[in-house]
């Protein structure tokens, strides 16, 4: 039987974790102060401070206008990032908090407390789904790693809004394990501030829950999604029109990011017929894996949502690598089976691993970067990640969707390892 803290003992550990975090957000505010930037959320805090104090549209020319003084210190030139504000209207929501903080720099520190908070808990998360329960060691490691690596420190410092989605999406599948469907239905309705992120995700979990007639899922997301809409038109009648028209002018000022548009330019000759193929390949490959797991268990769930989560970066939806944070839970289950069916020789794996993402995908990114009037990631840096993380999760996938094995499988599984 577990010991509860004390009264004193709880309010101990609640002191440190503060003290903690005023820490991490001291050391964020003098990063922010000395590092103009932060411009994904940026473009989100003035849209939403505007709304906030003057009931501005975070989609008009005000807003627009003063982005881009924040950021350039005059408008934006052509071929320029105009930052627009893009997101649904509901995304204030989440914004509002740091939007009623009157000074950017103290803002975007805060902001980046919680999403540094968000990685952790997302791989805890992550951890839960799986059943992973990797030693101290391995542990710590891995939420080192989820701060420090390229795909999750990059969001936080350019304040990207995928942590939070990629949260939540974490959050809809512990809630539909446990049951909890009308709490998962508002949590993936929530999650698409962010709809290049969930537009694939949503049909599979609506499929998975309809085949085991689990309709409160259904009718919680639709009734969400249907009260945010409503809501917010309340205050901008014609927020959809408004934020369509923003959507639609986003790839005319942002560098390619899909692998079609990324395959194209490297091969100039065949690389959109190249690009063609993979989307085809990989919306079959994702509608025979969704096939296969309607009415099967949610470990299976799981992993087909894993692959989903993969293929939305591969099949040629307009995405960005702050949105890869959302694949962490596929890393975690990969590593979850390496382990699982390894055993020491798979926690070796892990490491190295983590090691390689760690140092590796950052090197990769110093050596790649182009520097002009702003430093650039190369195209390099969409691909990688996804494909290992395709091939990995095949690689797993047998023991992925089995049921957990019987302890005479992994008695058997020591004996042949020692």
């Known amino acids: 039987m577990k010991k509860r803290l004390s009264a004193p003992e709880l309010a101990g550990v609640v002191a ?5 975090l005023s820490v991490v957000t001291y050391a964020n505010y003098r990063y922010t102060s000395q590092n103009p930037g932060g411009n994904d959320f940026l473009s989100r805090w003035v849209g939403t401070r505007l709304f906030l104090t003057r009931g501005s549209s975070p989609y008009g020319e005000q807003a627009t206008r003063q982005i881009h003084e924040l950021a350039y210190g005059r408008e934006a030139q ?23 903080i009157a000074e950017y720099s103290l803002a975007r520190a805060i902001w980046m407390t919680a999403l ?24 710590s490691f891995l939420l080192i790693f989820s701060l420090l690596w390229y795909y999750g420190l990059r969001p936080v410092i350019n304040g990207n809004l995928a942590i939070v989605v990629a949260l939540l999406i974490g959050l809809t599948l512990l809630a539909i394990n446990a049951e909890l469907d009308a709490l998962a239905g ?11 992120m969930v537009v694939l995700l949503i049909p599979l979990l609506c499929v998975w829950t309809i085949s085991h ?18 809501g917010f038109s309340l205050f901008i009648p014609d927020w959809l029109v408004q934020n369509l028209r923003q959507v639609l002018s986003y790839p005319t000022y942002t560098l390619p990011s899909t692998t079609q548009a990324i395959i194209a330019n490297w091969l100039p000759g065949v690389g959109r017929q ?14 025979v894996e969704w096939r296969a797991v309607i009415g099967k268990e949610f470990r299976w769930l799981l992993w087909t949502t894993c692959l989903t989560l993969v293929i939305t970066n591969l099949i040629g939806i307009q995405t960005a690598t702050e949105n890869y944070v959302a694949m962490f839970m596929a890393l975690v289950l990969v590593f979850a089976v390496w382990e699982e069916r390894w055993w020491r020789y798979g926690r070796w794996l892990v490491l190295v691993t983590m090691l390689f993402l760690l140092f590796g995908v950052w090197s990769l990114f110093v050596r790649t970067l182009q520097v002009g009037d702003q430093p650039i990631q190369h195209p390099i840096m969409f691909i990688i990640y996804p494909v290992f993380l395709l091939l990995s999760l095949y690689w797993v996938r047998w023991w992925a969707i089995r049921p957990p094995r019987l302890f005479v499988e992994q008695f ?3 004996r042949g390892a020692t």
């Open 186 to 196: 508002f949590l993936i309705a929530l999650a698409s501030i962010k709809p290049q």
């Open 213 to 230: 007639r689990r309709w409160s899922f259904i009718g919680s997301f639709l009734g969400s999604l249907a009260l945010l809409i409503a």
């Open 412 to 414: 058997f599984d020591v």
């Open 274 to 287: 190249v690009g063609w193929g993979i989307t085809i390949l990989m919306m079959i490959l994702l509608l």
């Open 16 to 20: 440190i974790i503060l003290l903690l």
């Open 78 to 100: 052509p071929g320029e990032d105009q930052m627009l504000f893009a997101y649904p209207f509901y995304s204030v929501v989440i914004v509002a908090p740091f939007a009623l």
């Open 116 to 139: 540094e908070i968000a990685l952790i808990v997302i791989a805890f998360t992550g951890l839960s789904l799986s059943r992973w329960k990797p030693s101290i060691w391995l542990l």
